[in-house]
């Protein structure tokens, strides 16, 4: 058997099910085996997108995804995919040919250190030069992946290693593992930090997130009845309707839900990850934070626990919660505040402005998707609002980055999404930029035959940027374009399309769209004057 015939045997040991990306002549005896396998290749348009995928996978189901491309340009093209995973600590599994590395007929045609660049973006890059070893790598190369903090491995297979003919070696079979939980000492001295504490709040970062922690999370919530808030990326880890939520840290601070941080005694701060976007600034005189979290706390300028509380995070809250049910008369101190930050930000979200705001979107958005429904955000000024007014009521129902926060992973990762669900509503929910950088992919949805939707928040601008430009003082200048059709673009895709004209015409567009099936895109003006009169003028003056 050849190199890349061990290659595809040691990743269906890994239980991998589709490769994504774009092969080049490097990687053809890969693909010959893929051939023969059982593994899907879901070839895509760009390479970029392939990456977002995988990532996407390994996000939703804690198994590394695995994204293929050839030497130099198209594994250059994974950089961003790569970054997006290690920022994200998403685990991905990215394989790339390169020219034969005994023998160099086309000189350096092509070549690049691809190793070197994946270095820094990756938890390890790896050349393969022996097939013999192929098998072991693969296993190291998905633990590495898969563990905690989870993120990108990077495997370059040379072609003449792929096409070198070696014995048969069996792969590496695998086995459960069973993280340590926190230490008695550290579960006291958190328990009593807790005990004594009189305002204390809950916050769910990044790693609350993790597939499967959500019942965990959510049972520790329920019998401490401590309310809580999330980071962006830990919306949805608590299961809804625990009457204990105060909202999102979308901004640094300043905005409603901080009015409950800014009176917290204590923070315990579970599975945050300080790539994100700070939810709240730490500094003198404030709460006290207990990290929780798989591993030790990362300290910055901002985020400096005081205590910490390390180990698998499900058992050991059960452990602390132990220590502390039914004995936290402060418990629910902050509560009060929760009526009121709630309505602030549901305020305005029913108003019939025509183009729509965006908090009128997030609430019809809000009103077509079930419970289990994901959406899937691209980058752009959306994204607060999402953050900020959509409530999820289930783990990984909105899916954002707010690490590396990179335009054009919304509609990738929608695909993955509607791959993995296809029983569920799919909405991927892109700006007029955003979407235009991975597009095409429309193209590999309508091939795939998958049912999934896709939004178009269209304000002819990079928006984001132009709300920064104004509250900083600059003058409105650079960031708008135009845009091509949407609806007909869609359609040349063989997707169907269709543009909201009235306000109160989104949530039926939206409904028809999903009834209808396929891929579907609707656009939808945006009025993004809000962006100024809330997230600047009324946040920095409140009555
Ligand atoms: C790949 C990439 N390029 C640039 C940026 C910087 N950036 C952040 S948001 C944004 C504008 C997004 O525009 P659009 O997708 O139209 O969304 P809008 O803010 O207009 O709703 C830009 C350029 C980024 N985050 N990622
Ligand atoms: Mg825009």
Redesign the pocket.
Same mark, same amino acid.
């Given at each position: 058997m050849k190199g890349a015939d061990l290659l595809v045997s040691a990743l269906e040991n890994e239980g991998v099910q589709q490769i994504f990306g774009v092969p080049g002549e490097e990687n053809l005896d890969v693909v010959e085996a893929l051939h023969r396998s059982t593994i899907k290749l879901v070839v895509t348009r760009h390479e970029q997108a392939a990456a977002f995928m995988a990532a996407t996978h390994g996000r939703l189901t804690g198994r590394a995804g695995v994204c293929l491309a050839t030497l130099g340009p198209g594994a250059l093209n994974l950089a961003?995919g790569a970054a997006h995973a290690l920022l994200g600590a998403m685990p991905m599994v990215m394989i790339t040919g390169q020219k034969g590395i005994l023998r160099r007929k086309q000189a350096r045609f092509q070549v690049v250190d691809i190793v070197a660049t994946m270095a820094p973006l990756t938890k390890l890059a790896q050349q393969i030069v022996s097939p013999a070893t192929i098998p072991a790598i693969v296993r190291n190369a998905f633990r590495v992946a898969q563990q905690e903090r989870p993120g990108p491995v990077h495997l370059e297979l040379p072609e003449d290693i792929s096409a070198e003919m070696a014995p048969e070696i069996s792969p590496v079979t695998l086995h459960r593992i069973d993280l340590p939980v926190a230490q008695q000492a550290a579960l006291e001295r958190a328990a009593e930090l807790v005990l004594k504490a009189e305002r204390p709040l809950v916050m769910l970062g990044a790693a609350a997130s993790r597939p499967h922690l959500a019942e965990a999370l959510s049972d520790f919530v329920r019998r401490v009845q401590i309310p809580f808030f999330n980071t962006q990326m830990g919306k949805g880890a608590v299961a809804g309707g625990s009457g204990l939520y105060m909202g999102t840290a979308a901004l640094s601070e300043r905005d409603h839900v901080h009015r409950a941080i800014d009176r917290a005694d204590l923070i315990i701060s579970i599975g945050h990850d300080t790539v994100e976007k700070p939810p709240f600034l730490m500094g003198r005189g404030g709460p006290t934070v207990l990290h929780v979290g798989y591993l030790p706390a990362t300290v910055e300028e901002v985020f400096c626990p005081h205590a910490e509380l390390v180990g698998d995070v499900g058992p050991s809250l059960a452990l602390l919660a132990d220590r502390l049910e039914g004995k936290l008369p402060n418990a629910g101190a902050l509560l009060g505040l929760r009526e009121e930050i709630l309505a602030r930000i549901a305020d305005r979200a029913n108003e019939d402005r025509y183009p729509l705001t965006p908090q009128r979107i997030v609430h019809d958005v809000r009103q077509v998707m079930p419970e289990d429904g994901i959406v899937c955000l #691209?980058? @752009?000024?959306?994204k607060i609002w999402f953050a900020r007014n959509y409530r999820t009521h289930v783990a990984n129902t909105l899916l954002l980055d707010n690490a590396l926060?990179?335009?054009?992973a919304g509609l990738p990762s929608a695909i993955m999404a509607a791959l993995l669900h296809p029983n569920r509503r799919i909405l991927a929910v892109?700006? #007029?930029? @955003?979407?235009m950088?991975n597009s095409q992919e429309l193209e590999t949805a309508t091939r795939l035959g998958l049912n999934l939707v896709v939004l178009v928040?269209q304000?002819n601008?990079?928006?984001?940027?132009?709300?920064k430009q104004a509250v900083d003082g600059h003058e409105d200048f650079g960031m708008t374009f135009s845009n091509p059709d949407f609806v007909a673009y869609a359609r040349a895709y063989g997707a169907r399309g269709s543009r909201v004209a009235r306000a109160d015409g989104l949530a039926p567009a939206l409904e028809a769209a999903f009834a209808g099936g396929g891929v579907q895109l609707v656009s939808v003006p945006?009025d993004?004057s809000e962006n100024l009169r809330v997230l600047v003028d009324e946040l920095r003056n409140p009555n």
């Open positions: 961003t #691209d980058n @752009g000024m959306y926060a990179t335009m054009g892109c700006g #007029d930029g @955003g979407l950088m928040l304000d601008a990079y928006g984001m940027v132009r709300w945006v993004y």
